[in-house]
């Protein structure tokens, strides 16, 4: 499908927000870990706590997400570009590129991330060619000494330190 001049000015200004990254998580009906990169995540509420992410419906992994009923968004550290690169590649087992282990909820849970939060699927919006999977917080790990990764110009850092410098 060829794109039109509004879908490539769309993508261009996309891509262009900075963003945070993600890996999502979840297992297959035969038990096997399933994950991908995403960037279409944000909160969604406090009470209940609440995060959405975005999956495409041409993605080979979307039934298992849709079908699985839970899912680990990993927020990715600044140091885990290639980690990054590995789970948005296709035709490479991407566990097998990085240390993991299950969750007590049965969610492959990838070491080294910033934050990890455990998700039970509250509800589904089909949203054109995407469906938005909103999610109810579980259990939530952090690792403060570790800084966020963002994506910005098709770029990977974390946030330089002077950013946190105050000016009086």
């Not at 794109?3 to 096997?32: A, C, H, R, W």
């Not at 298992?64 to 550290?77: E, N, P, R, T, Y």
Request: charged share 20%; aromatic share 10%; with cysteine.
């Amino acid at each position: 499908m060829l794109k039109t001049d509004k879908q490539l000015l769309f993508k261009e200004v996309m891509g262009n927000y900075p963003t945070g990254v993600t890996i999502v998580t979840t297992t297959s009906e035969d038990g096997k870990p399933v994950g991908l990169t995403v960037n279409s995540f944000a909160s969604v509420s406090l009470d209940p706590l609440m995060v959405l992410w975005c999956i495409d419906h041409k993605v080979s992994s979307f039934n298992d997400f849709i079908k699985s009923g839970q899912f680990a968004v990993h927020i990715l550290a600044g140091e885990q570009q290639e980690l990054c690169k590995t789970f948005a590649s296709k035709g490479v087992d991407r566990f097998s590129k990085c240390h993991w282990a299950f969750s007590d909820n049965k969610l492959p849970i990838i070491e080294g991330t910033f934050a990890v939060l455990q998700c039970k699927t509250y509800k589904t919006v089909e949203a054109g060619d995407h469906t938005i999977l909103i999610g109810e917080v579980q259990e939530i790990q952090i690792d403060s000494n570790k800084d966020p990764m963002l994506y910005h110009r098709r770029h990977f850092a974390s946030i330089p330190p002077e950013f946190y410098t105050t000016k009086n």
